[in-house]
C-alpha cells in the first residue's frame, strides 16, 4: 500500500511537469507521514496530490491545485484539506518545526528574493508560532 503513494508521485509530476528534486521532496513527505502513521484512511493519489502541491509550494514551483486536481482524478478541496492536515500533523510530530526540519530541500538561489514570501506562507500556515521569529535575518 505504501509504494502506491510513491508511484502516483512519479504519475502526477510526470504528467503535470514538476521537476525531480520537487517530486523526491513529496516522497520525502510521504515517507515521514508514513512513519508519524498520518496516511491511514487516506486516498493514496489525495495524499499523493498533496505532498506534491506541499513540495512546489515549499520550493517554489507554479504549481496549481486544479492541475494536480485533474492529473490525480481527485477534487481540489481534497488537496487542500490533505494538504493542511499534513501540514499541521508533520509539524506537531516532527521534532523541529516542518520549515526547519525540510530546509535541506530548499534551494539556495531562490532563498533571498523569497523570504518575504516564505514568511507570508509560513504566517498562514502555522499561524502565531511564526510571528515571533519575524524580526530574525536567516542566514544560508
Not at 13 to 28: C, H, L, P, T, Y
Not at 46 to 56: G, K, Q, S, V
Amino acid at each position: 500500500m505504501g509504494s502506491d503513494y510513491f508511484l502516483l508521485v512519479d504519475e502526477i509530476a510526470k504528467d503535470v511537469g514538476i521537476s525531480d528534486s520537487n517530486a523526491r521532496m513529496a516522497k520525502e513527505v510521504l515517507r515521514d507521514a508514513r512513519r508519524y502513521r498520518l496516511t491511514s484512511g487516506r486516498s493514496p493519489s489525495a495524499l499523493a496530490a498533496a505532498a506534491l502541491y506541499i513540495a512546489c509550494v515549499f520550493r517554489c514551483e507554479h504549481v496549481t491545485q486544479s492541475r494536480l486536481a485533474k492529473s490525480s482524478g481527485i477534487r481540489e478541496a481534497c488537496i487542500r484539506v490533505n494538504y493542511k492536515r499534513l501540514l499541521n500533523s508533520l509539524n506537531a510530530c516532527l521534532p523541529v518545526k516542518f520549515v526547519d526540519y525540510y530546509s535541506q530541500w530548499r534551494p539556495v538561489e531562490l532563498f533571498y528574493w523569497t523570504q518575504k514570501w516564505r514568511r507570508d506562507w509560513e504566517t498562514e500556515v502555522f499561524g502565531d508560532e511564526v510571528a515571533g521569529s519575524e524580526g530574525q535575518e536567516e542566514r544560508v
